[in-house]
């Protein structure tokens, strides 16, 4: 999220008419995040999200929002997109695809306790639950054919260490994708980005609990989802949300909460335990390269922030280290 392509007060108040969200009192940009243009913007009716999408192709759109739309309407604390009378979901707004979704109450949790993984392996399992009934395909675009074409155009900003250690984990994670027990694991609708920065708690009394604990309230940024085997979004989670960032080494502590509170919703597989220790190398090897290409193909922005690619290097080489989590 960031604020590519400019939108003024009369564009928004406009664009907003037909999505009965009320009449426009505020704009304002949101620096975070490096894909999209987006704004917060307050009505006499309430706050929303406006989003206006920079890169994603049409199939990558669709398959998002209807997700995001399939998840709400199963309960799942997702933005649910805002239609029109005729019930669309994706409009057009400075020439960018764009949408509106309500602005869910919370705020990120940077330094996750033992509570808060649990609560996300929670969500990821019921949300992975949910989605087993969603209609569309689409393969995650992010998946090993992006990594390939994204390795060869980062490689020449890399010392011959990295190149070195980055073709051979592309090896190793072909001959993963390759074999048949993996291709065989569980697959599902994934989100595919599911960090803390996509992820809010809100005091548990303003949700309507009975304590002031944190609770998680919304889960978003849905633009990277696909069809893809659903250990892949359990490895982005905890080499996230279940890292110790001094030795950016996995917490067997957080990594404990985190699944077995996944599992109380959805067991895994014996094979999706097996292929974890791999599948968290393929995780940090997708993140590590989409930094190294933000980073040395960075675009245009009024508001921008970009990421460290050498913090998954490092947490790929842990992964590569150790023979378990």
Not at 6 to 34: D, H, N, T, W, Y
Not at 89 to 111: D, S, T, Y
Not at 192 to 208: K, S
Not at 226 to 238: H, S, T, Y
């Amino acid at each position: 999220m960031a604020v590519f392509t400019p939108v003024s007060a009369q564009e928004a108040s406009a664009f907003i008419a037909p999505l009965a969200v009320g009449k426009l009192i505020s704009l304002r940009g949101i620096p975070s995040g490096i894909e999209n243009t987006n704004y917060f913007i307050t009505t006499d009716a309430g706050e929303f999200v406006l989003t206006l999408f920079e890169r994603l192709g049409n199939a990558q759109l669709s398959f998002s929002l209807q997700l995001m739309q399939h998840l709400a309407r199963r309960g799942i604390p997702v933005p649910e997109p805002k239609a029109d009378g005729d019930g669309r979901i994706v409009f057009e707004l400075n020439g960018k695809p764009a949408c509106v979704v309500a602005k869910l109450e919370g705020r990120h949790c940077l330094e996750p306790q033992l509570q808060h993984c649990e609560q996300m392996g929670e969500a990821l399992a019921r949300m992975h639950q949910a989605g087993d009934d969603f209609p569309r395909e689409l393969v995650n675009s992010r998946g090993y054919a992006w990594w390939a074409q994204a390795a060869d155009r980062v490689a020449s900003f890399l010392d011959s260490e990295r190149r070195e250690i980055l073709f051979d984990e592309l090896r190793f994670q072909y001959t993963l994708a390759s074999d048949g027990s993996y291709r065989a694991l569980p697959q599902g609708p994934i989100h595919g980005d599911l960090f803390r920065d996509n992820v809010l708690f809100a005091d548990a009394q303003a949700l309507g609990g009975s304590t002031d604990a944190e609770k998680l309230s919304a889960v978003f940024d849905f633009y990277f989802a696909g069809i893809d085997v659903l250990i892949f979004d359990v490895a982005v989670c905890l080499n996230d949300w279940c890292i110790d960032h001094p030795s950016e080494a996995l917490s067997p502590a957080m990594v404990a909460a985190f699944v077995q509170a996944y599992e109380r919703a959805r067991p895994l597989t014996t094979m999706e335990r097996r292929h974890l220790p791999a599948v968290l190398r393929a995780a940090a090897l997708r993140f590590w390269l989409s930094r190294l290409m933000d980073l040395h193909f960075a675009r245009d922005s009024a508001l921008v922030h970009t990421h460290d690619p050498e913090h998954f290097f490092r947490v790929l080489c842990h992964h590569r280290r150790a023979s378990s989590f």
